[in-house]
């Protein structure tokens, strides 16, 4: 995991604990979303998929 990738992260679980429920559901199918996308458009998800191809 990169530097970015834990900043991301921890910003992440500080907005979390303030969400509404209905606000961590939208997040939650928010990123199933971009995971789905990005699978369906076989895109590699680390640097390591990418520089495998």
Same mark, same amino acid.
């Given at each position: 995991m990169t530097t970015r990738d834990q900043e991301i992260l921890d910003s992440i679980a500080k907005l979390i604990p303030r969400l509404t429920h209905i606000q961590k559901e939208k997040l939650l199918s928010f990123g199933e979303g971009m995971a789905f996308a990005n699978d369906e458009k076989n895109?590699?998800?680390? /640097?390591? /998929? *990418?520089?495998? *191809?």
């Open positions: 895109y590699p998800f680390t /640097e390591d /998929e *990418k520089n495998s *191809k």
